[in-house]
């Protein structure tokens, strides 16, 4: 049984649709993730949130806009994507103390297609 | 460069044998952490194991057990007694200290359990 959650688990959009994406996790942990996983490539980190502060956004298009309204839960608002941001959506958490033994605990994913 | 490297895209083993998956690593930072995570075809990134830079015995966690070989800055993960429940792709991933929450994931191996 996962601590993390992701909802829907699958997504369809249109390039002219506005969704997102939840996570939420149940391990009592202060920081969150969003990734961003494409075929034959490795993990690629989007946006961290520590105690519901973005602290790194890492040269993501404006087209994906985060939001952590609390420790638990993270969203991932889509509007005007590309077909080439079609791909798995990993959401993690951990608890955040910025030391190399915080384990990363991830969700499901949610599985975008962008037609 | 890279800062995870996995060089065996897919491999192949025995059900019962033991199957041992390579990752080398780039640091230049003396405190770090290493992680091995599973991914089956629900896409759910598993948490395996861990080993820190600083630790004296390879990490083992039931049937996972991780070759570390620090001068070589390799950490390959053993599974013993292979089953055909751990087929999936596996990651190996890097923290380090001077670079807080950065994960670096390394592009996977692909591993097929043969009955």
């Known amino acids: 049984e996962t601590g993390v959650t992701q909802t829907p688990r699958h997504l369809v959009m249109g390039m002219t649709n506005k969704k997102s994406l939840k996570c939420e996790q149940h391990?009592?942990?202060?920081?969150m993730y969003w990734y961003k996983q494409s075929a034959k490539k490795p993990l690629e980190l989007m946006f961290v949130?520590?105690?519901?502060?973005?602290?790194e956004n890492n040269s993501v298009p404006s087209r994906f806009s985060p939001e952590c309204p609390n420790s638990s839960h993270l969203f991932l608002h889509l509007h005007t994507l590309q077909p080439e941001d079609s791909a798995l959506y990993l959401c993690a958490s951990s608890q955040g103390r910025g030391r190399v033994t915080d384990t990363q605990y991830f969700g499901p994913g949610t599985r975008l297609t962008v037609l | 460069a890279q800062k995870i490297t996995q060089t065996q895209p897919g491999m192949f083993v025995q059900e019962k044998e033991a199957v041992t998956l390579d990752c080398t690593y780039d640091t230049s930072d003396p405190s770090y952490g290493l992680f091995w995570y599973k991914q089956p075809s629900s896409g759910e990134m598993i948490f395996l194991i861990y080993?820190?830079?600083?630790?004296?015995q390879n990490a083992t966690e039931g049937r996972y057990s991780l070759n570390f070989q620090k001068a070589r800055k390799s950490a390959n993960l053993v599974i013993s007694a292979s089953q055909l429940g751990d087929s999936a792709m596996y990651f190996c991933a890097m923290r380090e200290t001077n670079t807080g929450n950065q994960f670096y994931f390394g592009t996977g191996t692909s591993l097929t359990v043969i009955p």
């Open positions: 391990l009592g942990h202060n920081a």
């Open positions: 080993q820190g830079s600083y630790d004296q």
């Open positions: 949130y520590s105690l519901e502060e973005r602290v």
